[in-house]
């Protein structure tokens, strides 16, 4: 890939719109927008300009802004035009630009052009993919901090001292004992179990990360016509679940997902459990109701009677009558999904549900699938190395085994495949 072309791509989402943003980045950009806007740019100034094409015909009236390299988002030379967001405006000034030789980017080239030119590394990238996802508030949070540079001064540090006790572990072998402090194996030894303990700590935290991240699966669950969907139908504020009272209507999982508290709810609906199902459909859908009830953070276990069985560690049990709440209820959550009595209750059980999952989720770094497999080999090898005990040949090598898996985290030591799959999360104009 050629990182001195001209690209473009629309950096604002396709649709009807008041304003559409369309972004070039290229070398020496300035003769382009001194074309665009009739006169030489000054960098960082807003020019209210008629964009014409190469006949002199007006495309649309636009605000263009010149970003001189290496003050930009990628590092090189950047061009922002604001045109009105119509998509044969849009069309209009693609085809422009590709008579000016500029080509559309690959999704993520943008991105790219920045971790190359140092402006971003791979953490970074993967906090800005995060953000452009980002549907909940907590979420939104969590993607800032791994863009804004956090999770990469973390994983610098790490890298840092590794190479550190590494180089030091070498110089026990080149070195005479006298020549070097009399403790510095032991000093060795405890700065890698101290950063073992903080990676595996981080680790630890992952699948808290992951349920913000991904979001947490709430499963609603019970035998038929108990209430699941008027429930489901409730909690989500509109009608999406069928309603009705022939037994096993719900013969598939119905998902919606809900914002709780900032958190992102995958709330299902389920077929009902039933041993005396005869209908193929309906024993699909209930063995798809098993699948997720095995797969759910939360479930939502419903009655319509008081349960002789006691609650598992991640269920609630909730009894979908009122009236029939009794003594023996003491463990669970009378509600009436039809007129709202309880709700409130059941409501606040599951935001404190919510709460003790991600209990812990704020570390030191946003985990991900590919830096925790990245973290997991960089723990490996300082256990590895630990273990090692006084061969200090061994020692030094696993702990620059581990200083390359954080490496690959950041880019700075990383592969094609690595690279394209980072990149590959993001969007054109990004």
């Keep these: 890939m050629n990182n001195n072309d001209t690209i473009f791509a629309l950096s604002s989402g396709r649709g009807k719109s008041g304003v559409a943003v369309i972004r070039i980045s290229g070398d020496d950009l300035g003769d382009m927008a001194a074309r665009f806007i009739g006169r030489a740019a000054t960098p960082r100034c807003a020019y209210f300009t008629n964009l014409k094409d190469n006949a002199g015909d ?24 604001q045109c009105h ?29 920045a971790f190359y030119n140092g402006k971003m590394d791979l953490a970074d990238v993967d906090g800005l993919a995060a953000l452009l996802d980002a549907k909940t508030d907590m979420q939104r949070k969590w993607a800032l901090r791994s863009l ?33 402090p009399g403790n510095i194996g032991e000093v060795l030894k405890q700065r890698a179990r ?32 108990v209430g699941k969907s008027s429930l489901f139908n409730t909690i989500v504020g509109a009608n999406r679940a069928i309603v009705s009272d022939i037994p096993g209507t719900t ?86 999904a039809k007129t709202g009595a309880g709700l ?38 300082i256990r590895d190395a630990i273990a090692a005990g006084d061969n200090w040949d061994i020692f030094a090598e696993h702990i620059r085994r581990g200083a390359d898996a954080v490496g690959r985290i950041l880019g700075t030591i990383s592969t094609a495949d690595v690279m394209d799959a980072t990149f590959g999360q993001l969007c054109l104009g990004k």
């Excluded at 935290?205 to 019970?222: D, F, M, T």
């Excluded at 309906?282 to 276990?301: L, V």
């Design 58 to 81: 007006l495309i649309d009236q636009c605000l263009v802004i010149y970003f001189a390299a290496p003050q930009s988002f990628t590092g090189t030379d950047v061009i922002e035009i």
């Design 85 to 113: 967001g119509a998509d044969a405006v849009i069309k209009k000034i693609f085809e422009y630009l590709t008579t000016l030789g500029a080509r559309m980017a690959l999704p993520g080239e943008f991105s790219r052009r």
């Design 148 to 180: 804004s540079g956090g999770d990469g001064k973390t994983y610098a540090t790490w890298r840092r001292d590794m190479i550190d006790i590494s180089a030091y572990a070498a110089a026990i072998l080149d070195y005479d004992a006298g020549d070097l």
């Design 194 to 225: 101290k950063l073992y303990d903080d990676i595996m700590r981080a680790l630890g935290h992952s699948n808290a990360a992951r349920a913000v991240r991904s979001g947490i699966n709430v499963v609603l669950a019970g035998r038929p016509n």
């Design 251 to 336: 013969r598939d999982v119905v998902s919606a997902d809900v914002d709780i508290d900032g958190y992102l709810v995958h709330l299902m609906d389920t077929a009902g459990l039933r041993d005396s199902a005869t209908d193929a459909i309906e024993k699909i859908g209930i063995a798809r109701t098993r699948d997720e009830m095995a797969d759910a953070d939360i479930i939502i276990h419903v009655f319509d009677a008081a349960p002789n069985a006691t609650a598992a560690a991640n269920e609630i049990i909730v009894i979908n009558k009122s009236d029939l709440c009794d003594t023996r209820s003491d463990d669970a959550i009378c509600i009436s």
């Design 344 to 381: 409130d209750k059941l409501m606040a059980e599951l935001r404190r549900r919510l709460h003790s999952i991600t209990d812990g989720a704020d570390t030191d770094v946003v985990i991900n699938a590919r830096t925790k497999t990245l973290l997991e080999d960089a723990a490996a090898n």
